[in-house]
């Protein structure tokens, strides 16, 4: 197993949610990472990425209200996602990003919000 997603869970709209990754050394050590999510039928997105020097890139529709980020000594990623909206209800992954090849994908974590 090269990651393992955790956290997530039920917010209310307005809210915050925070879920991690901790990822094999054989790809956190190499490549930029990056959150994911694939809502019901719909295609998997890049939500966030991260390069080793802590360079950061979100796709619009988080900016300003997510934030990733990484502790390279747990070789863990996080994403704390704040002023939730419905339509960030999805399945999340973390994987490497930036063009890099890419870990089988791990679980992910669900992330619910409603009222």
């Known amino acids: 197993v090269l990651v393992v997603e955790s956290g997530g869970g039920l917010a209310q709209p307005g809210g915050s949610l925070s879920v991690s990754c901790a990822a094999s050394?054989?790809?956190?050590?190499?490549?930029?990472m990056g959150w994911y999510r694939q809502a019901p039928g719909k295609q998997r997105e890049l939500v966030a990425s991260i390069t080793r020097s802590g360079t950061t890139t979100y796709t619009d529709s988080v900016k300003g209200r997510f934030t990733i980020s990484r502790d390279n000594a747990k070789n863990t990623v996080y994403l704390q996602m704040n002023s939730l909206k419905p339509e960030d209800t999805a399945v999340y992954y973390c994987?490497?990003?930036?063009?890099?090849?890419?870990?089988?994908w791990g679980q992910g974590t669900q992330v619910t919000v409603s009222s």
């Open positions: 994987n490497a990003a930036g063009g890099a090849p890419m870990a089988p």
């Open positions: 050394g054989s790809i956190y050590n190499i490549y930029p």
